[in-house]
T-cell receptor
């Protein structure tokens, strides 16, 4: 049973560029959440997708956008990259609309912005 | 807003020592509380949880009790092992308000053989 998979695992971009990160949820899960984890910090909630719609959003600018596909996989897009966007981006999947803490996390995509 | 504060690391202990990692929270509602663990090279995984006051979560020898009067959820283990070396995150979620999980900054634990 495949868990949550994310790609790419590492990438380097320059300021002003755009990036797309991808996530496939755990088999049977239909909800995907994205988190940003800066170095030495805990994960910060970006947004959550359910039934192909953004259900909730954290305190992140509109440069951060996402999408969920009919197969429940998801993408995170970040435009006009800033140095401060350098972080580990985590995807987490769960089942249903409510979160009971049973999130399953991928290993993350580490983004470096130069 | 809601927040989680946990003791700063790194915490270094010898094998078989007693472990406590302190965690306190601030919340306007009645959150559920969690401990997540991140082993080297792996993704975050749920270690234990408690959904209401006085509940005790436990898993793999770790325990934490939801203390509403002290707004705390301290993680404890009676005898740690080298394989417990990891980063531990305390977290909360108010599922009656929204679904997001709020994490603490994490505590890195090193266990020496």
């Amino acid at each position: 049973d495949a868990g949550v998979t994310q790609s790419p695992t590492h990438l380097i971009k320059t300021r002003g560029q755009q990036v797309t990160l991808r996530c496939s949820p755990k088999s049977g899960h239909d909800t995907v959440s994205w988190y940003q984890q800066a170095l030495g910090q805990g994960p910060q909630f970006i947004f959550q997708y359910y039934e192909e719609e953004e259900r909730q959003r954290g305190n992140f600018p509109d440069r951060f956008s996402g999408h969920q596909f009919p197969n429940y996989s998801s993408e995170l897009n970040v435009n006009a990259l800033l140095l401060g966007d350098s972080a580990l981006y985590l995807c987490a999947s769960s089942l249903g609309q409510g979160v009971t803490g049973e999130l399953f996390f991928g290993e993350g995509s580490r983004l470096t912005v130069l | 807003g809601d927040s989680v504060t946990q003791m700063e690391g790194p915490v270094t202990l010898s094998e078989e020592a007693f472990l406590t990692i302190n965690c306190t929270y601030t919340a306007t509602g009645y959150p559920s509380l969690f401990w997540y663990v991140q082993y080297p090279g792996e993704g975050l995984q749920l270690l234990l949880k408690a959904t209401k006051a006085d509940d005790k979560g436990s898993n793999k020898g770790f325990e934490a009790t939801y203390r509403k009067e002290t707004t705390s959820f301290h993680l404890e283990k009676g005898s740690v092992q080298v394989s417990d070396s990891a980063v531990y995150f305390c977290a909360l979620s108010d599922v009656n308000r929204d679904d997001k999980i709020i994490f603490g900054k994490g505590t890195r634990l090193h266990i020496l053989p």
